[in-house]
């Protein structure tokens, strides 16, 4: 008996998706070798990420630590800004998970409301006018219908539309530092290379890391011994046993997001393997399970194709004004003017707690630092977004 769905990647977009699509009736299996596992990334769940997910696990489940307040930092500039991050009612505003252990809840609860799992490797996939067929380690399978769900290096999403491109990549390294924690994130702002550290507390350990682009000409060794100067800076991880990592990052463009391939005939990529990632944060969990929920109610609903105009109106949007804002927003003149504002003015503090938590937009950014009467700062993200937009337009047309 073949399957209805195949979802190969058990991660949170697998898991999502196969917990619905379960519940819904579906004959499902999720296919995956590794997982649960712990994934080097910050592991930042905001509230809103966790609100899509109360009906199939308790956050007290998933080994995470509530996260208090955020401070950045300038140093060569010499400044410093805290911001206190308070819940919205009984919604903690993020909590940082032990990936694992958060994987492993989320997929728990699929299997229990009836999805299979298999712990085979896919090798191949294989896509039909009568259905998908799954070379793995443990024999062939067919379904009617395959979810990439498989990262950023994902297989289904290599044969049913095409692989990332270099430029299209970011390569995120640090170390986990091991007998540490806090309640604080720390995030330090970077020109060289152009973005931040962050250091993101779980209960065991700090989960400490730096970004690039794949393109940007620097190796993830040099970007690891750029934490670990800063590690050895700040001594924030002091007495840690480090545990160095390595992870590539979708990380599109505005053109890439309006260029999308989301789905076909037979299949749908969700998550990291559809670049559904925040180009400024490198945040990809809200998406992951939002996606996966999206494709599975299109594929219970009958209708595949309304995943794309779902993600299309839902998602990208965001991301694309979050790629536009992204090619000055690490610019010294507007670090300057962050680090500002989060210095001396309340309003723009709650603007940022916004944003951490995922409850502020790009899209409505611009106009709520205007009523702040941060002048400066909002004409320089709308002008952020401009410049953005007219590059967007010209790699388009070119």
Request: contains cysteine; aromatic residues 8%; hydrophobic residues 50%.
């Amino acid at each position: 008996m073949r399957d209805d769905v195949a979802i190969v990647g058990a991660g949170p977009a697998g898991a999502r998706a196969a917990f619905v699509l379960a519940s819904g009736g579906a004959r499902v299996t999720i296919f995956d070798w590794s997982h649960p596992r712990e994934k080097p990334c910050g592991g930042g769940v905001t509230g809103r990420a966790l609100s899509l997910v109360a009906d199939a696990i308790d956050p007290a489940d998933c080994a995470a630590s509530t996260i208090r307040s955020a401070r950045f930092t300038d140093t060569p500039a010499r400044r410093a800004a805290v911001v206190a991050l308070e819940d919205a009612g009984a919604e903690p505003a993020l909590l940082v998970a032990d990936r694992a252990t958060f994987d492993a809840a989320l997929l728990a609860a699929a299997v229990r409301a009836g999805a299979t799992l298999d712990r085979s490797r896919v090798t191949d996939v294989a896509l039909g006018r009568g259905g998908v067929e799954l070379s793995t380690t443990g024999g062939s399978r067919t379904a009617a219908f395959v979810v990439g769900a498989d990262g950023a290096t994902s297989l289904v999403r290599r044969r049913a539309a095409a692989p990332f491109r270099r430029d299209q990549l970011s390569i995120a390294t640090g170390f986990f530092a091991h007998g540490v924690t806090s309640d604080e994130i720390a995030i330090e702002f970077t020109d060289d290379p152009a973005g931040y550290i962050w250091s993101f507390p779980r209960p065991t350990h700090l989960a400490i890391g730096i970004c690039a682009q794949a393109d940007a000409g620097i190796t993830a060794a040099a970007l690891r011994g750029r934490a670990a100067r800063w590690i050895e800076a700040t001594g924030i991880a002091r007495g840690a046993r480090l545990e160095p990592y390595s992870w590539p990052i979708p990380s599109l463009s505005a053109a890439d997001f309006e260029a999308a391939a989301l789905s076909g005939p037979r299949w749908a990529l969700a998550g990291d393997a559809a670049g559904l990632v925040d180009p400024i944060t490198r945040e990809g969990i809200y998406f992951a399970i939002a996606s996966g929920q999206w494709v599975a109610d299109a594929l219970l609903e009958g209708s595949p194709r309304r995943y794309a105009a779902r993600a299309r109106e839902l998602a990208l949007p965001e991301l694309t004004r979050a790629a536009q804002l992204k090619a000055g927003f690490f610019r010294a003149a507007f670090i300057g003017l962050l680090m500002r504002g989060l210095q001396q003015s309340g309003a723009i503090r709650a603007v940022m707690a916004d944003l951490i938590a995922g409850r502020q937009s790009y899209r409505t950014l611009k106009w709520r630092l205007l009523r702040t009467f941060e002048w400066r700062l909002a004409i320089n993200t709308a002008l952020l977004a401009g410049v953005g937009r007219l590059r967007s337009q010209a790699r388009i047309s070119g």
